[in-house]
Nanobody
């Protein structure tokens, strides 16, 4: 599967952005998908994930209640709606997918074989 991420940009604190991860080559619902982010000088961290088939979602504590991951099977696309953005959300955001990920390993980025290119999100006034 090939992944194409888009939707990043500059937004003021408290604002919203929606990221998209368009998949091609395979049906995205057959993959567990996730969003990770990486800020300068920091390790890549898990943001949100959706289990394949069941659609069970998991969120990092830092984004719970503010971010929502969703999937449109007809569009073969996974989304990340980000609300109430904070300066500490500034990072390059990556989407990832893998058909073998189980719920307990969803937060582990080395376990994902397929990655989209990053999209920059900057939260600043």
């Amino acid at each position: 599967v090939q992944l194409q991420a888009s939707g990043g940009g500059l937004v003021q604190p408290g604002g919203s952005l929606s990221l998209s991860c368009a998949a091609s080559g395979r049906t995205i619902s057959s993959y567990t998908t996730a969003w990770f982010r990486q800020a300068p000088g920091k390790e890549r961290e898990f943001v949100a994930g959706m289990k394949r088939s069941s659609g069970t979602t998991v969120y990092a504590d830092s984004v719970k209640g503010r971010f929502t991951i969703s999937r449109d099977n007809a569009e073969n696309t996974v989304y990340l709606q980000m609300n109430s953005l904070k300066p500490e959300d500034t990072a390059v955001y990556y989407c990832a997918a893998d058909p073998r990920i189980i719920l307990s390993s969803m937060r582990s980025h080395p376990d994902y074989d397929y990655w989209g290119q990053g999209t920059q999100v900057t939260v600043s006034s």
